[in-house]
């Protein structure tokens, strides 16, 4: 995605966290922190952006964001579940009100036949509640599928908020 469309995505996403009132937490594992890098680069981030957590090793996972070892050792770190748990790790460990997780397999190592390099999981929860939890396959060099998951995970929270009836 080029810098000028990332842009006019955070943008779009910013105006509607500050629309509804709502700060959100990233937990980032394959993204490095790509995700929270490309809100904070907007002016007046602060007023939507509270935290992101870069997870990357599995000891992370379970130290900042309380994932259960269990989770990782049965599921593997690249799982719906182990998402699903980072999202509400960054949730209780932070004052968000809405919360992404993206773990994955960037490449160009580290894929294996079941999960192949490029496959990535997004979780989003919202006020407690596990909203939304994905796993998708993208195509590409190490920065084509980070790029592509950072692209994936704004659009997912924005396609959420644009759901949400007006309260």
């Known amino acids: 995605m080029g810098s000028f469309a990332l842009q006019d995505l955070v943008k779009k996403l910013s105006a509607e ?29 602060s007023a939507v952006f509270e935290r992101g957590f870069v997870t990357y090793s599995n000891e992370a996972k379970i130290e900042e ?47 294996s036949e079941e999960k192949p390099t490029g496959t990535v999981c997004f979780a989003l929860a919202h006020n407690d509640d596990l909203v939304e939890a994905q796993m998708t396959h993208f195509q590409g060099s190490r920065t084509e599928i980070q790029d592509q998951a950072v692209d994936f995970s704004l659009t997912l929270i924005l396609n959420y908020l644009s759901e949400l009836s007006d309260e």
């Open 17 to 45: 966290l500050k629309r509804r009132g709502l700060m959100l937490a990233t937990a980032e594992s394959c993204t490095g922190g790509l995700v929270a890098s490309a809100i904070t680069r907007m002016k007046g981030s």
């Open 65 to 111: 964001l309380s994932v259960d070892p269990k989770t990782i050792q049965t599921h593997g770190a690249v799982s719906l579940e182990t998402a699903g748990e980072m999202a509400f790790g960054a949730l209780s460990h932070s004052h968000a009100d809405i919360t992404v997780s993206i773990t994955g397999i960037a490449g160009p190592s580290g894929g």
